[in-house]
């Protein structure tokens, strides 16, 4: 697993180069931005119940037929698993906003998560757009909590649509 840090130390090491001012730039803007990763975290997790259970409700109103008999999340064994999904997502999103890299994403989550989803007949789609309306919502809240620029909260979220999707968002 690599943060923004250890992915800047292991590209100059292994070309055996002192960090340059890309590198120290880069580096000042995630220092700069720390206090905003951390806050951002902090707020989606004291909210992270409300903000999955308000995106699964607009997920399912929006596509009421995924809860309808013959649907994937149909049974509340697979609403359970559904929202859950949504839960880890979430959560692994935090990891990734304080980290201020994506790969805890692709190393615990997305890893082998469409050939699951494929064989299990979980839409993608419709998996993404809960992704989605959970980042408006996370945006909001973070926003209402003071951060200013809430740019940066859109990386996690976009990087699990464009994994799942494997098209530009
Ligand atoms: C931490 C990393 C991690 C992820 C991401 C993960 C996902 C994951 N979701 C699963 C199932 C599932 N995922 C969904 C999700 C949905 N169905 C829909 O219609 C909606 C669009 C969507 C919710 C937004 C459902 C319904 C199942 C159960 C499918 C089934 O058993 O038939 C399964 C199959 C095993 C199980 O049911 O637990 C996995 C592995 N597991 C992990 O360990």
């Known amino acids: 697993m690599r943060d923004a840090v250890t992915t800047l130390i292991k590209n100059y090491d292994v070309a055996g180069r002192y960090f340059d001012r890309n590198a120290i730039d ?3 803007s995630y220092f700069e931005s720390g206090t905003a990763r951390v806050q951002a975290a902090a707020t989606i997790n004291s ?3 409300a903000i999955v ?4 409700s607009k997920l ?3 596509l009421p037929e995924l809860i309808r008999p013959g649907g994937n999340a149909y049974t509340t064994r697979r609403y359970a698993a559904c929202l859950r999904d949504m ?3 979430l959560r692994y999103a935090t990891y990734a906003l304080v980290a201020g890299n994506t790969n805890v994403l692709d190393e615990r989550v997305l890893q ?3 050939e699951t989803y494929n064989s299990l007949s979980v839409p993608i789609g419709p998996t993404v757009r809960g992704v989605q309306i959970m980042k408006d919502i996370a945006k909001e809240l973070v926003a209402s909590a003071g951060v200013g620029n809430t740019a940066f909260v859109d990386e996690p979220f976009d990087h699990i649509t464009r994994e799942l999707s494997e098209t530009d968002v």
């Open 87 to 89: 839960d880890y997502y």
């Open 60 to 62: 399912f109103e929006e």
């Open 47 to 49: 909210n992270a119940a």
């Open 53 to 56: 259970k308000q995106a699964g």
């Open 112 to 114: 082998g998560l469409r």
């Open 26 to 28: 880069s580096l000042k």
